[in-house]
């Protein structure tokens, strides 16, 4: 078990840019989460997968923010056009799934900063 | 929208005090329920679960639930300064559903 592994930790973006970054979660677990954090305040949901569906999406998310996972293993999330808005912690937690297994394992984070 | 409210804080209580954090959450189809905590700089990571009305303990926690009045805590026994953090609350809706965090309290316990 080498828990949750995000890539890249920080990123520095000119506004207008593209950015992805990547999650890989706990190898066994079939759930994946997006979280976005800003400073004083708690996680915001973003989106989840089970395996490779994407079941839930925040109706608060831009249509500029889009996720994947191919293969129901690793995760992308890609923010197109970023603003300044966008700067925040963006976590990546996974689970087991099922009822009453929802222990979220949260990686370590990627914090974007738009410029 | 579903919301959870917590008093953003700072709650401070001397060291070996008890520490009262509460929270409330507004979907009343939360079934499970859980407490986070998060060191400053650091991820969040699950300190206590909880899914039936009334009180479950471990160790010097204690979490508390009442789903009448939508209502859960958590409390901490015998506080330590490195029980210093965020405690975030997180109310989950269903087998599908996602978890909603509340803003988090910050808690400072002090030597």
């Known amino acids: 078990d080498t828990g949750v592994s995000q890539d890249p930790r920080h990123k520095i973006t000119k506004r207008g840019q593209n950015v992805t970054f990547r999650c890989d979660p706990i190898s066994e677990h079939n759930r994946l989460y997006w979280y976005r954090q800003t400073l004083g305040q708690g996680p915001e949901f973003l989106t989840y997968f089970q395996n490779e569906a994407q079941l839930e999406k925040s109706r608060l998310l831009s249509d500029r923010f889009s996720a994947e996972r191919p293969k129901g293993s690793f995760s992308t999330l890609e923010i197109q056009r970023t603003e300044q808005g966008d700067s925040a912690m963006y976590l990546c937690?996974?689970?087991?799934?099922?009822?009453?297994?929802?222990?979220?394992?949260f990686g370590s984070g990627t914090q974007l900063s738009v410029l | 929208q579903k919301e959870v409210e917590q008093n953003s804080g700072p709650l401070s209580v001397p060291e070996g005090a008890i520490a009262s954090l509460n929270c409330t959450y507004s979907d009343r189809g939360s079934q499970s329920f859980f407490w986070y905590r998060q060191y400053s700089g650091k991820s969040p990571e699950l300190i206590m679960s909880?899914?039936?009305?009334g009180d479950k303990e471990d160790g010097r926690f204690t979490a508390q639930l009442n789903k009448a009045s939508q209502y859960v805590s958590l409390l901490i026994r015998d506080s330590q300064p490195s029980d210093s953090a965020t405690y975030l609350c997180?109310?989950?809706?269903?087998?599908?559903?996602?978890?909603?965090f509340g803003k988090g309290t910050k808690l400072s316990v002090k030597p």
């Open positions: 937690a996974s689970s087991a799934g099922g009822a009453r297994n929802e222990k979220l394992f």
């Open positions: 997180a109310p989950k809706g269903g087998s599908q559903g996602n978890l909603i």
């Open positions: 909880i899914y039936s009305n």
